[in-house]
């Protein structure tokens, strides 16, 4: 199981990468093999503040429909909009071409509850 050591991670099986004031986020390469062959992904909240929590896309699977929460409060600026073409991403690249959301993440965030890669590792053991 990939589990990049540059991320953070939540217990809903999310990564987020911050970079300053930015998040970009996704689901891991646990939480896609759950889940199976992606074959669509609705996005719901560009340029609309969200709080931790909020449902901020929602990923169809041959298996299921999950929804992918927003990790940290902010306001989302930007989708993959290439997954409207290759929700299939997901899958093969989930850490990289497969990333969904960009926040622009509140002046004072607090990521103290997201998981470090060892964390989230526990986790899914």
Request: proline share 3%; charged share 30%; glycine share 4%.
């Amino acid at each position: 199981m990939n589990i990049p050591n540059n991320l953070k991670y939540t217990k809903e099986h999310e990564w987020i990468k911050i970079d300053g004031n930015y998040a970009t986020i996704g689901i891991t390469d646990f939480a896609q093999s759950e889940l199976g062959d992606i074959v669509f992904i609705e996005f719901l909240k560009k340029n609309e503040k969200c709080e931790i929590g909020d449902t901020i896309a929602t990923i169809e699977a041959v298996k299921t429909v999950a929804d992918l929460y927003a990790p940290l409060a902010g306001t989302v600026y930007e989708f993959n909009l290439n997954l409207e073409d290759a929700p299939e991403s997901v899958n093969s690249d989930p850490y990289n071409n497969g990333w969904i959301a960009k926040i622009k993440l509140d002046e004072k965030f607090d990521s103290s509850d997201l998981l470090s890669s060892k964390d989230y590792e526990d986790l899914i053991k």
